[in-house]
C-alpha cells in the first residue's frame, strides 16, 4: 500500500534559519514525489515535484530512494513561508490520485 | 495557469437533505477528477476518482450510493451527498490532473455543515 509520513505535525524556526520539513514513503514501485503548500486562506498548490529537479521559492527536494525519503529544505526561512506543507506521491504512469502525509504546519518567527 | 473552481464554497443543510457540489475546471479539460474529504486538522483523504463518461471509482470504505459522482462533461464534475448527516460535515476538496506528470490542480474546496 501506499503511504506517506510526514513525523512533525508543526514546525517552528526563526527567520533566516534554516528549514527541513520531513516525508518518508512506502511504495512499491517507483512513485512520483510532490510537495504541495497551503497558505492561509488560499487553495493547494504545487511546490515542487522530484521529478523537475527544480527549486521554488528557494526550496529543494531529493528523493533518496534508499532511505524512502523527500525531504523539503530551505537554506534560509522567511516569515511568508509560513504555510501548511504537504508530501505526496502518486504512481508514476499516468494521472493517479494523491496519497497525502499528515502534513506539516511550518510557523517562522521573525 | 490551469484554474479549478468549486461551487458552493460553503452550505449549511438539513440533515436528511443532499447537496450537490460542482467542480470545473475553467481553461483546461479533464477527462479525470478526483474528490478528498478533509477533516479538521488532517490530511486529504482520496473519496473517489471521476471519469468523463463513465462510472467513479470509489475508495474503500466510500458509499457509492451516499456519494453520487457524475461527470457530465470534460470540464465538470459534481458530488452529490445524499441524505446527509451531521457526520457528513467536512471539506471537500476536487483537483484535475493537466499534463503528462500528474500536476494537480486543486479547487478552494467546499466547506459542508449539516446540522
Known amino acids: 500500500a501506499q503511504r506517506v509520513t510526514q513525523p512533525e505535525k508543526l514546525l517552528s524556526v526563526f527567520k533566516g534559519a534554516p528549514v527541513e520539513l520531513k516525508c518518508n514513503y512506502s511504495y512499491s514501485g517507483s512513485p512520483e514525489l510532490f510537495w504541495y503548500v497551503q497558505y492561509s486562506r488560499q487553495r493547494l498548490q504545487l511546490l515542487l515535484r522530484?521529478?523537475s529537479r527544480e527549486s521554488i521559492k528557494g526550496f529543494t527536494a531529493d528523493l533518496n530512494k534508499g532511505e524512502t525519503s523527500f525531504h523539503l529544505k530551505k537554506p534560509f526561512a522567511q516569515e511568508e513561508d509560513s504555510a501548511m506543507y504537504y508530501c505526496?506521491?502518486?504512481?508514476?504512469?499516468?494521472?493517479?490520485?494523491?496519497?497525502f502525509g499528515k502534513g506539516t504546519r511550518l510557523s517562522v518567527i521573525a | 495557469g490551469a484554474v479549478v473552481s468549486q461551487h458552493p464554497s460553503r452550505v449549511i443543510c438539513k440533515s436528511g437533505t443532499s447537496v450537490k457540489i460542482e467542480c470545473r475546471s475553467l481553461d483546461f479539460q479533464a477527462t479525470t477528477m478526483f474528490w478528498y474529504r478533509q477533516f479538521p486538522k488532517q490530511s486529504l483523504m482520496l473519496m473517489a476518482t471521476s471519469n468523463e463518461g463513465s462510472k467513479a471509482t470509489y475508495e474503500q470504505g466510500v458509499e457509492k450510493d451516499k456519494f453520487l459522482i457524475n461527470h457530465a462533461s470534460l470540464t465538470l464534475s459534481t458530488l452529490t451527498v445524499t441524505s446527509a448527516h451531521p457526520e457528513d460535515s467536512s471539506f471537500y476538496i476536487c483537483s484535475a490532473p493537466l499534463g503528462g506528470y500528474n500536476e494537480q490542480f486543486f479547487g478552494p474546496g467546499t466547506r459542508l455543515t449539516v446540522l
Open positions: 505526496a506521491l502518486s504512481r508514476y504512469s499516468g494521472n493517479t490520485p494523491l496519497v
Open positions: 522530484h521529478i
